[in-house]
């Protein structure tokens, strides 16, 4: 189908996809770009493509100016796709849990790392940013579609789950070296807020405090950056 006008209602329901409480709604979401539509098109996640491009095959046709529109980015792509929301799945033996993560860079990072340390369950707290914020999606360069992600309220989860998994929270001032902790096949590690990190309330449930060993003169480390330190380790530890 071919779309001319930005009024076109298709159109408004693809620019409504940016908003947050819509995408919950109607548990869709928006991506741009040849390398994330190819992604979600390996997990069959794909609603509809929009281009504007005549040589690709699409469900609509659209001028420039509504491209532009139903962009996030300043330099928009030729082609986006709505998809379905991913579907929730069992936890896998290495789960991440974020609590209170802000920044979309942060979480986009983190979920690459999770991928190539093979943590693939991401646990969010209920007040980390929205897994499919367009931001967090293009950070993760399409491996968001191929995690498993829960949103839950991280107190009840460690509680209901502390009896099947060891749990390692992280704290930069009284960890302890992860190299120096047995570690048991199921683990749940905790990454906490980039200024505050693990709520204190959280802290509790864990097995063992850990941290990353590093020069003095550094007092901490983005939360993406340790998440993927720690998820490295954790992965050499097995792989050794």
């Known amino acids: ?79 986006a796709a709505v998809c379905y929301k991913l579907t929730e799945k069992s936890l896998s033996n290495r789960v991440l849990l974020l609590d209170n993560i802000q920044d979309p860079g942060n979480l986009g990072t983190i979920i690459r790392s999770a991928i190539a340390f093979k943590f693939t369950t991401i646990i969010l707290s209920e007040d980390t940013v929205d897994i499919y914020n367009d931001k967090v999606i293009r950070a993760s360069e399409g491996m968001i579609f191929h995690l498993n992600f829960l949103r839950k309220n991280l107190k009840d989860f460690l509680i209901n789950n502390k009896d099947k998994y060891q749990i390692l929270i992280t704290d930069v001032r009284n960890g302890k070296n992860i190299k120096k902790i047995k570690l048991d096949e199921k683990i749940m590690l905790v990454i906490g807020n980039e200024g505050n990190g693990v709520n204190k309330n959280i802290q509790q449930f864990g097995d063992f405090l850990i941290n990353i060993k590093m020069h003095h003169i550094c007092e901490s480390l983005n939360a993406g950056v340790s998440a993927s330190i720690l998820m490295y380790e954790i992965n050499e530890a097995f792989d050794e």
Do not use: C, P
């Open 1 to 79: 189908m071919n779309i001319e006008s930005i009024n076109n209602n298709h159109v408004k329901e693809w620019v409504k996809l940016n908003n947050k409480k819509y995408r919950d709604e109607v548990g869709l979401f928006l991506v741009e770009g040849d390398h994330l539509v190819r992604e979600a098109q390996k997990k069959h996640l794909i609603k509809e493509i929009i281009t504007i491009d005549k040589n690709i095959k699409a469900d609509y046709y659209v001028t420039r100016e509504i491209m532009k529109k139903i962009s996030n980015q300043v330099s928009f792509s030729s082609i």
